[in-house]
């Protein structure tokens, strides 16, 4: 089939309060035939059970896609205009088991397979941080060992949960230990808060990471830090995995462990438009959890970022 550049609805066609809710309004396409024609689509991922304090995130894709409904096509900041090169849908939320995390697991890695067989570039709506890791997996038979962009206010290294190897706060780890990862090209961004031990952002350090701990990013613009990240991590497939919880719970309080002393929101836009030019094969926004989210602010907030995510994706025009 052609490929169609598919356009939000408008909000004179249909009130946006209106219709069906998709990420940006979007078509929603699911039949293989159709996502042969797509170069990104969103996906949602509904997961919470890989989580260790405040559940909820579950609810973030569906959440997230509705606080959408405001974003408009052209980036009036960057001009930056997705949709007039790229052919994007909403292509719909993976089947989670959700009695079962490590099933769970197994059924993301088996649709992102699927996914990138398709040749799109997706664009994650979590769901908890556990989800990264199936979706690296998928990633490294594509591309090999990728670079990566974590934005976060948790390392997500520790060596297990109760126990258990895999949860959301272990991703990176078991992603360094199964070779996803090519560690000269691994950033990590918004680390903060207190450890268990004195020495547990060290291991990101020993593994050849740059970490830039949230006091590192206090009182000034993210610009000059994104040249220095643009130069480590490029030359090659970059992912980036950003966790709602790197920004300041003043801004997004809408998420399972919020910490304070993060990240501004215009420090998030900073950090995502600073990946403009980079290969990014993929992008997640993880952790919003809207039963916290009195406001619908979290939930906004990560719905915009997703879209600028979107706008730095190769290939996009600008105008």
Not at 58 to 80: C, D, H, K, W
Not at 162 to 174: P, S
Not at 235 to 247: A, C, T
Not at 259 to 268: K, Y
Request: negative net charge; charged residues 20%; hydrophobic residues 40%.
């Amino acid at each position: 089939m052609e490929k169609i550049l598919h356009q939000p609805l408008g909000g004179n066609e249909m009130p946006r309060f209106g219709g069906i809710a998709t990420m940006l309004r979007l078509p929603h396409i699911t039949a293989p035939e159709q996502l042969d024609t797509l170069d990104v689509g969103f996906v949602g991922i509904p997961l919470d059970i890989g989580t260790s304090l405040r559940s909820g995130t579950r609810f973030g894709p569906r959440q997230l896609r509705t606080e959408s409904v405001m974003i408009r096509p052209y980036n009036m900041a960057t001009g930056a205009a997705p949709f007039d090169s790229l052919s994007v849908a909403d292509i719909g939320d993976v089947p989670i088991n959700t009695f079962n995390l490590l099933d769970a697991v197994a059924i993301i890695e088996r649709e992102y397979d699927r996914i990138l067989g398709h040749n799109i570039i997706p664009l994650t709506l979590g769901g908890d941080h556990t989800l990264t890791l199936p979706i690296l997996r998928a990633m490294h038979k594509k591309y090999g060992k990728v670079g990566l962009i974590h934005v976060d206010a948790h390392a997500d290294v520790g060596d297990h949960m109760f126990g258990e190897k895999i949860a959301h706060g272990t991703t990176f780890r078991r992603a360094r230990e199964e070779g996803l990862l090519d560690c000269d090209r691994v950033v990590q961004i918004g680390l903060r808060a207190q450890g268990y031990t004195a020495e547990d952002f060290d291991w990101s350090r020993q593994q050849g990471w740059r970490v830039v701990q949230a006091e590192e990013c206090w009182h000034k613009s993210l610009a000059p830090l994104m040249e220095e990240v643009r130069e480590r991590v490029g030359g090659g497939p970059v992912y980036l995995s950003f966790d709602i919880d790197g920004i300041d719970p003043a801004w997004a309080p809408g998420t399972g462990t919020p910490e304070v002393g993060g990240l501004t929101t215009i420090q998030g836009l900073e950090i995502v438009r600073g990946c403009l030019g980079l290969d990014l094969v993929g992008c997640d926004l993880v952790e919003v959890s809207p039963p916290y989210d009195t406001t619908g602010n979290t939930s906004l907030l990560g719905a915009n970022l997703l879209y600028e995510m979107l706008c730095v994706l190769p290939g996009v025009k600008y105008r």
